[in-house]
């Protein structure tokens, strides 16, 4: 994939939806409000199911530094590389898998491959590095972040029990109604997006 005007425009516009996508988050009953949900992916998979797997890292890139230069930060970053990261997790195998068989089926599995990445990328990324760097950052311990978690579902004792009954739940979740919109709209958008 060359960097025409084309491809860059299509993936300006794309991670600018992404972005403002991505100030529309909401909370979730089962999780601390630190995890809020949003649909941001939504635009980055349509941008990687049509330019290629760089075009979708391109797109969570400045879906990323977009969101930070207009509505800045209450994570430190955290949030930011945690949506960047995970985000890739899910975005790249879905583009990958498409761009290697492009149909309907090609997209279901990517899709499937990604939301499971995004889901086991998610819950280690959080146990090793997210959690413990927001603690850090925010100067907040970490037993204040199960605390938080323990708040709104008992069984969230540890950092361990906060990821398997928060953070892996909220991947599976976002991950597969980012993939069943990304379905849903990708056919019908194709003329545009390939333009």
């Known amino acids: ?9 299509k993936t300006a516009l794309l991670a600018a939806l992404a972005a403002f996508l991505m100030t529309l988050e909401s909370p979730l ?7 809020q949900i949003d649909l941001s992916e939504v635009p980055v998979l349509l941008g990687g199911f049509a330019l ?4 979708a890292l391109c797109i969570e890139l400045l879906k990323n530094l977009l969101y930070l230069l ?3 930060t209450i994570t430190a ?4 590389l945690a949506n960047f990261l995970i985000g890739l997790s899910l975005v790249l195998p879905a583009s990958l898998f498409y761009r290697k068989k492009k149909s309907r089926k090609g997209a279901l599995w990517g899709l499937l491959c990604g939301t499971l990445a995004m889901t086991i990328a998610g819950v ?4 090793f590095v997210l959690l413990p760097a927001y603690s850090f950052f925010m100067g907040i311990p970490l037993s204040a972040l199960v605390d938080m978690g323990s708040a ?3 069984s969230i004792t540890s950092l361990g029990t906060l990821v398997i009954f928060a953070t892996l739940p909220f991947n599976l979740l976002k991950g597969a109604l980012s993939s069943l919109i990304t379905l849903l709209l990708y056919k019908r958008l194709s003329p545009l997006l390939h333009r």
């Open 29 to 35: 009953p089962f999780a601390p409000r630190f995890y």
């Open 124 to 127: 280690a990324i959080n146990y």
């Open 52 to 55: 290629g797997p760089l075009a």
């Open 152 to 154: 709104v579902n008992s």
């Open 1 to 9: 994939m060359r960097f025409t005007p084309r491809f860059m425009a």
């Open 77 to 80: 970053g955290v949030g930011e």
């Open 70 to 72: 207009f509505k800045g």
